[in-house]
């Protein structure tokens, strides 16, 4: 088996490797994975896997926000709420397992979903519209907390919101731990690199930092779905095969 080496980018951001408990295994795949040269195709889908297929966000029964200590965990479901896209906000997070921030983040030791709930507050969303979970280490443990606090079978219609780059997978996480009767829609942010420029969905693979940051999505997708802690996509990338077997292996 070939070795695949952590990118240059690894020693910089060693901590941010994602350890996952999926399935009873534990998944270790590099936040910025070395990436092979991709074509055109594989290019096209390695984004709709990781960013989903581009939708219009619509009227939903919930507005379901995964934790994260990004502005835009708390402004883009205050926007969607604005909007009329939900009448109840679901906010999950506690720490997230690499203890990592974003530079804003100036609130101490407070939860991720208690820093988003006073927000939605302050600006105006009503108390008796929002559920938080504060108890989540990680996207899955997001909604599987969620559910403590809320039942989802008597929805028909959820609006996630997460970063434009998590879609693919935060989708995967709710078809798989929520009732497959629920149409799950996204409502994603964009996001820079330590101020650099704003990463979407049509320039990912013009930048080498952003091109193994998604390429990473890309195994995050395959291998966790694999080990069943996610749904898995639909169809697998050809020609890709050997990198997601050596992470996949490393469980």
């Known amino acids: 088996m070939k070795s695949f080496p952590f990118s240059t980018y690894q020693n910089r951001y060693i901590i941010n490797l994602s350890f996952y408990y999926i399935g009873g295994f534990q998944m270790v795949i590099p936040k910025y994975p070395d990436v092979p040269t991709l074509t ?18 619509q009227k939903c029964d919930v507005i379901f926000v995964f934790g994260g200590s990004h502005p835009s965990n708390w402004q883009a479901p205050l926007e969607a709420y ?12 506690g720490t997230s ?9 100036n609130y101490g030791d407070l939860s991720e979903a208690e820093v988003i ?8 969303v009503p108390k008796g519209a ?26 028909n219609r ?4 997460c970063k434009n780059l998590g879609a693919g997978r ?23 690199f330590d101020g650099e420029f704003i990463m979407n969905r049509y320039n990912w693979m013009e930048n080498e930092k952003s091109r193994s940051m998604i390429f990473g999505e890309y195994l995050r997708n395959v291998c966790y779905g694999r080990k069943g802690g996610i749904e898995p996509p639909e169809k697998e990338v050809q020609g890709l095969e050997e990198y997601v077997s ?3 292996n490393l469980a």
């Open 170 to 192: 935060q989708y995967r996480v709710l078809k798989k731990h929520l009732p497959k009767t629920i149409t799950c829609i996204p409502y994603t942010f964009d996001t820079s």
């Open 82 to 93: 604005r909007q009329g896209l939900g009448n109840r906000i679901i906010v999950t997070g």
């Open 117 to 124: 709930v006073n927000k939605l507050m302050e600006n105006g």
């Open 246 to 248: 050596y992470y996949y």
């Open 130 to 155: 929002i559920l938080f979970e504060k108890n989540s280490l990680h996207s899955i443990a997001n909604v599987i907390e969620a559910k403590k606090i809320f039942d989802f079978t008597k929805i």
């Open 158 to 161: 959820l609006l996630f919101v």
């Open 97 to 105: 397992l690499h203890g990592m921030k974003h530079p804003s983040w």
């Open 40 to 57: 055109k195709k594989q290019i096209d889908q390695i984004t709709e896997i990781t960013f989903l297929k581009e939708i219009t966000p």
